[in-house]
Nanobody, 122 residues
Framework: DVQLQASGGGLVQAGGSLRLSCAAA????????IAWFRQAPGKEREGVSC????????VYLDPVKGRFTISSDSAENTVYLQMNSLKPEDTAVYYC???????????????WGQGTQVTVSS
């Protein structure tokens, strides 16, 4: 039974930082990719970043490149999203999800964490 637990969200001022964590259990960590998605009110869920844990390759949404860093710790079965230089437009519920490819669509990710709220004030 695949389980993902997202945490680390909060309220931060513009320019600040947060680190999100996604703890995974119930599957072979390196057999999957782990992605972070976000969904703002009234908007569609979008992929933010993804990591192929077996080789460390990463993908980033253009607006977060240079500000967000995704990493994984296979010993802890945890994926992190370090978010720096946060902007009000980063405000959303952030979800982690497991899938087979970082280039898949939202619907291709079949295991999801519960979401953690990130709010960036101006």
């Amino acid at each position: 039974d695949v389980q993902l637990q997202a945490s680390g969200g909060g309220l931060v001022q513009a320019g600040g930082s947060l680190r999100l964590s996604c703890a995974a259990a119930g599957f072979v960590f390196d057999d999957y990719v782990i992605a972070w998605f976000r969904q703002a009110p009234g908007k569609e869920r979008e992929g933010v970043s993804c990591i192929k844990t077996s080789d460390g390759s990463t993908v980033y949404l253009d607006p977060v490149k240079g500000r967000f860093t995704i990493s994984s710790d296979s010993a802890e079965n945890t994926v992190y999203l370090q978010m720096n230089s946060l902007k009000p437009e980063d405000t959303a519920v952030y979800y982690c999800a497991a899938g087979s490819s970082c280039h898949g669509r939202v619907r291709d990710f079949n295991s999801w964490g519960q979401g953690t709220q990130v709010t960036v004030s101006s």
